[in-house]
């Protein structure tokens, strides 16, 4: 059964810093994994998409990485903003979708 | 374009009772899913559909049916309500399945409450 799992739980940072979010998951044959943001009272708004073959994908200040091999990803985000605020969650492919319990980030102006 | 549409927003019930949670996409997607999400817990699948007419349960199915009688609507029905059933319950929808890599879209939730 897959599991996936973010580290850290929360994380809370100064404006301006550059940061990485962690996501491991232990059955390494999946489609893809994707980023989403969850805002609080919101729905989920997919950030970024890595197909298996894929090594990373990028979307301005946001840059995803996949090692399928060891079962991680990180999401790195580049001169975090206030804005950035919210909770992202991870979420591997194989057959249906698995879900992390998510990072919730702060960002402090 | 109003994407995935959830009604209702919020939702108290009782033990026993029994409701429907509406779902409905209008970019005219073949996928639809309905999520459950615990405080502090990731998503987990409930049910889900490849088109209308077929649905197929996911990791947490007990306590709920859905019906997919049209492409646009998947609507989750709860019978006899627990607490165990409080929770915040996501529907979405893609063009294809996951394995495609197509953008899954997702409603804004619903939170029931179950007393």
């Not at chain 1, 491991?24 to 009272?41: E, H, K, V």
Request: net charge neutral; proline share 4%; glycine share 10%.
């Amino acid at each position: 059964k897959q599991e996936v799992t973010q580290i850290p739980a929360a994380l809370s940072v100064p404006e301006g810093e550059n940061l990485v979010l962690n996501c491991s998951f232990t059955d390494s044959a999946i489609y893809n994994l994707q980023w989403f943001r969850q805002d609080p009272g919101k729905g989920l708004t997919s950030l970024l998409l890595i197909q298996s073959s894929q090594r990373e994908q990028t979307s301005g200040r946001l840059n995803a990485s996949l090692d399928k091999s060891s079962g991680r990803s990180t999401l790195y985000i580049a001169a975090s903003q206030p804005g950035d605020s919210a909770t992202y969650l991870c979420a591997v492919n194989n057959n249906d979708m698995r879900f992390g319990a998510g990072t919730r980030l702060t960002v402090k102006p | 374009n109003a994407g995935v549409t959830q009604t209702p927003k919020f939702r108290i019930l009782k033990i026993g009772q029994s409701m429907t949670l509406q779902c409905t996409q209008d970019m005219n997607h073949n996928y639809m899913y309905w999520y459950r999400q615990d405080p502090g817990m990731g998503l987990k699948l409930i049910y889900y559909s490849v088109g209308a007419g077929i649905t197929d349960k996911g990791e947490v199915p007990n306590g709920y049916n859905v019906s997919r009688s049209t492409t646009e609507d998947f609507p989750l029905r709860l019978e006899l309500a627990a607490p165990s059933q409080t929770s915040v319950y996501f529907c979405a929808s893609s063009y294809e399945g996951g394995s495609s890599g197509n953008t899954i879209y997702f409603g804004e939730g619903s939170w029931l409450t179950v007393v």
